[in-house]
């Protein structure tokens, strides 16, 4: 990994171990050069761009391009002077390459342990007229195909600014034949892969307006050679580590070329800029795989598992928890919990999960959230005493909050009606019976800090999930200035991240889940806090195929909760076998989110064995390479297989969506094994070549039923 620098030319080569990255100064401006497979170095290379041709600005492939000067494609950011004029033009001003990976002020992002990790490149750029001064910034890694980048702006002007856009990444790549790939879907229904072909003139856009990155919408595009597959073909991914709203458009020109650009929202958003103050945009992670779909979500699972992931959990194995949310709902009492951790002691569960309803008069949804005390109705002995009686079952004990909400019917709403996000003299649109509180405001996150440390503080607790059950509505706030008010959506966000920050790094032993009302808000900028997210409120196991399968294009396997729940399925009625839902489930972050109690004899046995099954092979599962076999987009049957860094073992599960009579018989081939190595499929006795497992593949058995599965586990045999 290196960036070199050729004065001569104007060329920057960021390199990695498979990828390149080239940036020309071409008449003043940062000129897209080149993306893909690594080159050479040559010691003088000549131009990447052609000299000779035409270098219209509405032709030239951008790093950062800008509006009103002759570039009509979408632009990479605007900024209004006080004339009300909204014209700029940056001009190349020097550069500075360093070893490792600034922070980035106040927002997630991924980071270096060592300054041999990374090298960070930064092009200075300024708008003589007005004094704006733009900072890129690009950090390239020794271990990842990735470029990750964002933007500074400064205002070293005499004039107040204001951004109207600011978008922490365009690449113009030469092509128009592209497929685009997203995450789309709703709550319940997240992560639904979604192919798109480009090609044709015009542009495609996915965002979120809902002030949380989004069920519908996750902040993350690929664009892909036509016909990608999981292990062939060229993709570039784009992901932003952010959780508000977000835009990520693909635009196609009339000259075949395709812009790409990613960052927050300019939908309602502006920035005032005053003298002296800087605006930080968020990082988009760009990775880059010459092996398909499967290559370029291995490269996001390793980064951002390890260097975007931060805490003591990251490297650890995560604990099988049980989640009394879908046993008990409201309706709980201590001794009601303390039957479900004593039976969940007998299984070999780890920790007892105690989610809504603990606090305040909470027995529905439709009040006390912002009343985090505990309901001495339901727990006599408060959370403390609780908690001691989990422990002494050798659970640990973890609890549900939803702490960024307020409901109307709540004691902190009648002291402060005005904390939560609105626009005075209208009407505050409830969701959930509830609102938003306004985390732009100091106070307000100071009181929570307070609130939930006083807890943490004085309870055994190890986890903790944190949730959000709705969209920002009525986006304003009663502490800002008017010309603030399209700042609020943005500095909700800021706040978030400053709480999380104080609140994680005061309570490091804790592990943290995020959650929104299941994956509303699964996205880096989240994971940069809490190592783990609540991927789906969907717990049946064939609807969690595509939404797993969807989650793992960029997630690592050790963010993505996954729990065994009860049947008829509470979603969606559905009666799937115990051992598909936990074969899906050990897919995972794995857990039980069902009444313990309620267990047969013969499900007990079961689940005492997936629980020791999931033990043994967590590691491999949550820190493990992912490959995906056979997608549930595409039909009946689903697989993919964890394998271990040192292509030793690996765990490879399929599942069988519905029976089917007389069926071919079928193999499996498997992916990412050595092909010398020889290995033994557990329970068989039968040892193949790794060539062979993958190649020919493994004779899959007849299977009876609907909603079946199986898991193999292999292990490299010594000769
Ligand atoms: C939504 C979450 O996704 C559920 O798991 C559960 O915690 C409920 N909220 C509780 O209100």
């Known amino acids: 990994m290196a960036i070199h620098y050729y004065d001569a030319e104007g060329i920057f080569h960021l390199q990695s171990q498979n990828m390149s990255y080239v940036i020309q100064i071409v008449n003043g401006f940062p000129v897209h050069a080149y993306w893909g497979k690594k080159l050479g170095l040559d010691d003088s290379p000549g131009s990447f761009i052609d000299l000779s041709g035409n270098l219209s600005l509405d032709r030239l492939p951008q790093e950062y391009p800008q509006y009103g000067s002759g570039d009509f494609r979408n632009p990479a950011y605007q900024v209004r002077l006080e004339d009300g004029s909204r014209i700029t033009e940056l001009v190349y001003e020097g550069y500075e390459i360093r070893d490792g990976k600034p922070e980035l002020c106040g927002l997630p992002a991924v980071y270096t342990e060592s300054g041999e990790?990374?090298?960070?490149?930064?092009?200075?750029?300024?708008?003589?007229?007005?004094?704006?001064?733009?900072?890129?910034?690009?950090?390239?890694?020794?271990?990842?195909?990735?470029?990750?980048?964002?933007?500074?702006?400064?205002?070293?002007?005499?004039?107040?600014?204001?951004?109207?856009?600011?978008?922490?990444?365009?690449?113009?790549?030469?092509?128009?034949?592209?497929?685009?790939?997203?995450?789309?879907?709703?709550?319940?229904?997240?992560?639904?892969?979604?192919?798109?072909?480009?090609?044709?003139q015009g542009g495609t856009t996915i965002e979120s307006r809902r002030g949380n990155s989004s069920h519908q919408m996750n902040p993350f595009i690929a664009i892909a050679s036509p016909g990608i597959g999981e292990d062939q073909g060229e993709v570039y991914g784009f992901s932003l580590v952010y959780s508000g709203n977000f835009v990520a458009s693909a635009e196609v020109d009339s000259f075949q070329s395709t812009r790409v650009s990613l960052g927050i929202n300019h939908f309602d958003f502006a920035?005032?800029?005053?003298?002296?103050?800087?605006?930080?945009?968020?990082?988009?992670?760009?990775?880059?795989?010459?092996?398909?779909?499967?290559?370029?979500?291995?490269?996001?699972?390793?980064?951002?598992?390890?260097?975007?992931?931060?805490?003591?959990?990251?490297?650890?194995?995560?604990?099988?928890?049980?989640?009394?949310?879908?046993?008990?709902?409201?309706?709980?009492?201590?001794?009601?919990?303390?039957?479900?951790?004593?039976?969940?002691?007998?299984?070999?569960?780890?920790?007892?999960?105690?989610?809504?309803?603990?606090?305040?008069?909470?027995?529905?949804?439709?009040?006390?959230?912002?009343?985090?005390?505990p309901d001495l109705r339901k727990l006599p002995g408060g959370l403390g005493g609780l908690a001691n009686e989990i422990t002494a079952l050798g659970l640990r004990f973890g609890l549900w909050v939803e702490p960024e909400m307020i409901s109307p019917e709540s004691e902190l709403y009648c002291k402060h009606p005005d904390w939560c996000l609105h626009v005075e003299g209208r009407r505050r649109s409830e969701a959930r019976w509830q609102l938003v509180l306004d985390y732009s405001r100091q106070e307000v996150r100071d009181y929570i800090y307070e609130t939930l440390s006083g807890i943490f503080s004085t309870v055994p607790i190890s986890y903790v999930k944190w949730d959000m059950n709705r969209n920002l509505t009525e986006i304003g706030s009663a502490t800002s200035s008017p010309e603030q008010q399209t700042e609020i959506a943005h500095r909700y966000v800021l706040g978030l991240y400053e709480l999380l920050e104080r609140l994680t790094s005061s309570f490091p032993d804790i592990l943290f889940e995020s959650c929104c009302s299941g994956g509303g808000r699964f996205d880096p900028g989240m994971l940069y806090y809490m190592p783990q997210t609540w991927t789906s409120d969907n717990t049946d196991a064939v609807d969690r195929l595509k939404i797993q399968f969807g989650t793992s294009l960029v997630y690592p396997v050790s963010s993505i909760g996954a729990h065994v729940s009860a049947v008829p399925n509470h979603q969606v009625g559905r009666i799937t076998s115990l051992k598909m839902r936990g074969d899906v489930a050990m897919s995972g972050n794995f857990g039980y989110e069902l009444d313990l109690t309620k267990f047969t004899d013969e499900e007990k046995e079961i689940v005492k064995e997936q629980v020791a099954v999931y033990k043994k092979e967590r590691k491999l599962v949550q820190q493990g390479d992912l490959y995906r076999l056979l997608s549930p987009f595409e039909g009946n049957e689903t697989s993919w297989m964890f394998v271990s860094p040192n292509q030793e073992e690996a765990l490879i599960v399929y599942f069988r969506v519905m029976a089917e009579a007389n069926a071919p018989g079928r193999r499996l081939r498997l992916k990412g094994l050595n092909p010398d190595f020889h290995y033994e499929i557990e329970g068989t006795g039968s040892v193949m070549r790794g060539d062979r497992l993958m190649y020919q593949g493994v004779a899959l058995p007849q299977l009876q039923g609907d909603y079946a599965s199986v898991m193999y586990k292999i292990k490299v045999v010594h000769p």
């Open 117 to 200: 990790e990374a090298q960070t490149l930064e092009l200075r750029l300024r708008d003589a007229y007005s004094g704006l001064v733009v900072k890129l910034s690009y950090s390239v890694f020794a271990q990842f195909d990735a470029v990750a980048r964002s933007v500074l702006f400064e205002n070293a002007g005499k004039q107040s600014l204001q951004l109207l856009r600011a978008l922490s990444a365009s690449v113009d790549l030469p092509a128009a034949d592209y497929e685009m790939i997203y995450l789309a879907g709703a709550w319940s229904r997240e992560a639904q892969l979604q192919r798109r072909p480009l090609g044709t």
């Open 271 to 373: 920035w005032q800029l005053l003298p002296g103050q800087t605006f930080q945009t968020p990082e988009a992670v760009m990775v880059y795989s010459s092996e398909g779909l499967g290559g370029m979500s291995r490269t996001y699972h390793r980064m951002y598992r390890t260097r975007l992931c931060r805490g003591i959990y990251r490297d650890r194995e995560r604990p099988v928890l049980a989640n009394n949310w879908e046993a008990t709902y409201f309706d709980f009492n201590t001794e009601k919990l303390v039957q479900i951790a004593q039976a969940g002691s007998e299984l070999g569960i780890e920790l007892l999960v105690l989610d809504d309803g603990w606090f305040g008069k909470r027995d529905n949804d439709r009040t006390s959230l912002g009343d985090w005390t």
